[in-house]
């Protein structure tokens, strides 16, 4: 193989491979190569940057702007982002939130987890550091909970101007097309190439808007299905786009097939590449375009979970009021509130299994006896499927109005207080921090209302 600190005929002879055979710093970055990465990227961003994302005005030195950063790219997020300003203007005021304002503030946003981290991390700040952040990555990730990688390098470059680099999904797209990256980018050492590539980019000056520029390319120009390579201001640096260019050209002077200007050619070299994995059939024309990359890792299929759910509905003064209980503090959707559910170990039940179940279950843990008079209405108002990121799950709905009063439906069963569960009314119901899925099944009850001419 030829010496890989000679671009054009590295790519050429990666190409040529028919399946490209390269060497491990094939996927390497001169340091004239990387200025001119740094020069091209900064001067696109300085022209084409968005300026309608509030926090990237100049007003806060907390961890805000990252933990719903990581949501930058819907624009909903700028109402909620502004909204959560407005409650905490400063770390001190949401240390001394009350997490169900924080998960109120945060609701249909998902990734609840996140909200809480924020608000231990803002307590953590404010406890050890008397308010006041840690301004490097290091500390940052080593004493704020919930702040990982990704989160200490944007608050550090960003906010405090250290040079360090930053690696999200965008990231890894720009990068594993700018060299050509076959790898599995979730495998650890490829991980570790990712980061120290964006390490040795990152330069001294603006490390903050050079970060924010490798993200803002990824989300507008590199696009995972439709890269504007046209309008790229790296394209000239991007071997992926080199390859498919190169391989263009090789076709027409008839490289592998001894016709027109060519002369039939053999595979040369070996592939040497400690992170690609060898190709093992010759690549066609298709096989090159630049959404080649990042590679694909085999996802796991989601496991199959289902769950009853019980939607209990009374009035209280001619007022329709719904029982909902607070989840445990750790697990799936800790400290979220919901409808009674009950989970399910088989994934075939019908609905008489889960009605009859109903009785024992809302008895045991809320104290709750389901008459079986005339004062009772049910219905099986059907399904709704929610899917988390390793979890398919399943709530079967069942709708149960009780024709009592509300001091009569006392709550004294097992593990439930006052402090985790309430009856509410429809309006405080739809402003509460419940599971996505079970803003579903609400949706599903309030159709099903439509349908069969029921008030609520």
């Not at 040497?272 to 060898?278: S, V």
Request: aromatic residues 8%; contains cysteine.
């Amino acid at each position: 193989m030829v010496d890989d600190t000679e671009p054009d005929i590295a790519i050429e002879e990666c190409v040529l491979s028919r399946r490209l055979y390269h060497r491990t710093s094939y996927h390497l970055i001169s340091a004239s190569e990387g200025s001119l990465i740094q020069t091209q990227l900064l001067k696109w961003y300085d022209h084409a940057k968005r300026t309608n994302m509030p926090w990237r005005k100049d007003t806060r030195l907390d961890l805000d702007r990252q933990a719903l950063g990581q949501r930058a790219y819907e624009a909903t997020v700028i109402d909620y982002y502004n909204r959560w300003m407005e409650a905490f203007p400063t770390i001190r005021d949401l240390a001394k939130a009350d997490i169900e304002q924080v998960n109120r503030l945060w609701a249909g946003l998902g990734y609840y987890s996140r909200a809480r981290r924020l608000w231990e991390g803002a307590q953590k700040v404010v406890e050890m550091f008397d308010g006041i952040l840690p301004d490097n990555a290091k500390d940052l990730q080593q004493h704020i909970p919930g702040v990982g990688r990704y989160t200490a390098g944007a608050v550090a470059s960003i906010v405090f101007n250290q040079k360090t680099p930053v690696v999200d999904g965008n990231v890894i797209r720009v990068i594993s097309r700018l060299r050509a990256i076959g790898a599995d980018p979730k495998k650890a050492n490829v991980v570790e190439l990712f980061w120290d590539i964006a390490g040795s980019l990152v330069p001294e000056d603006r490390p903050g808007d050079f970060n924010q520029a490798m993200m803002e390319l990824g989300a507008r120009i590199c696009t995972p299905q439709s890269p504007n390579c046209a309008a790229c201001p790296l394209s000239q640096s991007c071997r992926a786009l080199a390859q498919t260019g190169t391989y263009s050209q090789l076709m027409t002077a008839g490289f592998w097939d001894g016709n027109g200007n060519g002369t039939k050619r053999k595979r040369s070299g070996d592939h040497e590449c400690q992170y690609c994995p060898a190709i093992e059939s010759d690549l066609e024309l298709k096989d090159y375009a630049v959404t080649r990359y990042p590679a694909k890792p085999e996802k796991k299929k989601p496991r199959d979970e289902e769950c009853a759910v019980y939607i209990l509905q009374t009035k209280d003064n001619g007022i329709p009021k719904f029982l909902i209980s607070k989840r445990p503090a750790t697990g799936l959707l800790a400290g979220l509130w919901e409808f009674p559910s009950l989970e399910l170990t088989s994934t075939q039940t019908t609905y008489n299994e889960r009605s009859e179940r109903a009785s024992a279950f809302l008895q045991d843990r809320y104290g709750i006896s389901l008459p079986e008079d005339r004062n009772i209405q049910r219905q099986d108002v059907g399904s709704v499927v929610h899917l988390f990121s390793h979890i398919r799950k399943v709530y079967h709905i069942e709708w149960i109005r009780l024709d009592m009063p509300l001091d009569a439906l006392v709550i004294n069963g097992n593990n439930s207080s006052e402090n985790n569960v309430r009856w509410i009314d429809l309006a405080e119901l739809k402003r509460s921090p419940i599971p996505t899925g079970l803003k579903k099944a609400l949706k599903l009850v309030e159709e099903f209302e439509n349908k069969a001419c029921i008030s609520f």
